[in-house]
């Protein structure tokens, strides 16, 4: 009871070639490859935004400025 040979193994991927098909262990392939990905490009992308941005204020004043229409009139009024 020692561990599987070659052959078994080969054994073992015709039996599931067979069983699941070519198409449906491709797709389960690349899914999973997707997945990996994603996760480390968040990762990554975690390390990375844990620093506040250089310059938050201006950047807010820039889209501003840019656009005048999403400007918002409103009165304060007193509770009473």
């Known amino acids: 009871m020692g561990s599987f ?4 193994w080969l054994i073992v991927l015709v039996i599931v070639l067979l069983v699941f098909g070519t198409k ?3 797709n389960l392939g690349s899914d999973l490859g997707g997945a990996v990905k ?3 490009d968040g990762i990554k992308d975690g390390a990375a935004g844990d620093a506040p941005p250089a310059n938050p204020a201006q950047q807010v004043t820039a889209n501003k400025a840019a ?10 009024k007193t509770k009473s």
């Open 24 to 26: 449906k262990l491709k």
């Open 67 to 76: 656009d005048p229409s999403n400007t918002v009139d409103v009165e304060a």
């Open 5 to 8: 040979s070659i052959w078994h």
């Open 38 to 40: 994603g996760f480390k």
